[in-house]
């Protein structure tokens, strides 16, 4: 459950919302604890209202107003949290300086377990996890000769396997029922399940996608000129041309945040068949995760060099 977003600066009038959009009602703002250290990301939720991320000093969890700073996994000098699950694991990858070796970590009950390498490669990145415990990721030397899609199931880790997948393609995310989404280096989105593969369906003149995000079997990838949610490999529906999505729950709601005519972003929600809504934000912003309880997390222009990290809640 994851994503993040960037935010640009400036404050936003009500006056100036695009034409079918809704203010904020029912939603209310709060503030994520400030951890220590710099480049702080939030990328994941636990789907109950804890977030995880990382900074330049460690792995970083947040449950409720407390944030804690798990450092890094043993003999590593970086770590970056990737995803999360229902059950509070956090999938990792860190970076040994010493030995160049790019290895990745499931952190759990208060300890980094490091993924077991596929046999003949030195090398793992992981993307993405599922509730079940499911992960995906790529596998590879020498990053010049290419890279293999790589599955670490959540019964037996010790012994990742190789997917038999078609060439060129990445995988990008795992939904709970283990349909892992990937991206083919031509611009085609594919769905992969049970040693098949099904490529989604583009609008007519459309030949390139990039696949963000897959849920309960909603797909959100970017196109050219905008974005399109898919509920079927073969049935997509526009995001709203003004708003830029960057994550989605199993419900179908949706988080990002509008486009303006100057530089400022208005943090915004959406739930196909429903107007946008903005959210309340007392400067420009971005939401970045949306967690199966509804939250939705992310980021405001704040005066100082770093931006504020928020929550938004309903009621």
Same mark, same amino acid.
């Given at each position: 459950?994851?994503?993040? &977003? ?17 203010s904020a009602t029912g939603w209310t703002m709060s503030y994520l604890r400030p951890p220590g250290g710099t480049a702080i990301r939030v990328v994941a939720t636990d789907g109950a209202?804890?977030? *995880?991320?990382?900074? /330049? ?10 944030? %804690? ?7 590593? /000098? ?16 860190? $970076?040994?300086?010493?030995t160049r070796t790019n290895s990745s970590f499931v952190f759990q009950n208060g300890g980094f377990q490091v993924l077991e390498k596929v046999p003949g490669y030195s090398q793992t ?12 990721? /790529?596998? $590879?030397?020498?990053?010049? $000769? ?16 190789l997917l038999d997948s078609p060439p060129l393609l990445r995988p990008v995310d795992i939904d709970h029922d283990g349909t892992i989404l990937m991206q083919e280096q031509g611009g ?8 098949? *593969?099904? %490529? !989604? ?8 996608? %990039?696949?963000? *995000? ?12 905008? @974005?399109?949610?898919?509920?079927? =490999?073969? +049935? ?7 708003? +830029?999505?960057?994550? !989605?729950?199993? &419900?179908? !709601? ?5 486009? +303006? ?10 739930? =196909? ?18 967690? /199966? ?7 405001? @222009?704040?005066?100082? $060099? ?6 938004? %809640?309903?009621?």
């Amino acid at each position: 459950m994851k994503r993040t &977003s960037l935010v640009l600066a400036a404050t936003v009038a009500v006056g100036l919302l695009p034409a079918g959009t809704a203010s904020a009602t029912g939603w209310t703002m709060s503030y994520l604890r400030p951890p220590g250290g710099t480049a702080i990301r939030v990328v994941a939720t636990d789907g109950a209202g804890g977030y *995880a991320g990382h900074s /330049d000093r460690g792995l970083l969890t947040w449950s409720g107003w407390m944030v %804690r700073n798990h450092g890094f996994p043993a003999g590593h /000098d970086t770590v970056e949290a990737v995803d999360e699950n229902t059950s509070k694991a956090i999938l990792t990858n860190g $970076y040994a300086i010493s030995t160049r070796t790019n290895s990745s970590f499931v952190f759990q009950n208060g300890g980094f377990q490091v993924l077991e390498k596929v046999p003949g490669y030195s090398q793992t990145r992981v993307t993405g996890m599922n509730n079940r415990g499911d992960i995906v990721g /790529d596998v $590879y030397n020498d990053p010049r $000769y290419g890279s293999w899609a790589a599955f670490w199931p959540a019964g037996d880790r010790a012994h990742p396997v190789l997917l038999d997948s078609p060439p060129l393609l990445r995988p990008v995310d795992i939904d709970h029922d283990g349909t892992i989404l990937m991206q083919e280096q031509g611009g085609g989105v594919w769905l992969w399940k049970d040693g098949a *593969a099904r %490529r !989604l369906v583009l609008p007519e003149g459309v030949h390139e996608a %990039r696949a963000i *995000a897959i849920r309960d079997g909603k797909v959100l990838a970017d196109i050219n000129g905008g @974005q399109r949610l898919w509920t079927a =490999p073969d +049935t997509s529906i526009p995001v709203p041309e003004t708003m +830029t999505v960057t994550a !989605l729950n199993g &419900s179908g !709601l949706l988080a990002g945040c509008l486009r +303006t005519m100057g530089t400022a972003t208005i943090p915004a929600a959406w739930t =196909p068949g429903g107007p946008v809504e903005t959210l309340p934000a007392p400067s420009s912003g971005c939401g970045a995760i949306v967690s /199966d309880n509804g939250e939705i997390m992310g980021t405001l @222009q704040d005066d100082d $060099y770093f931006d504020k990290l928020v929550v938004w %809640r309903r009621g």
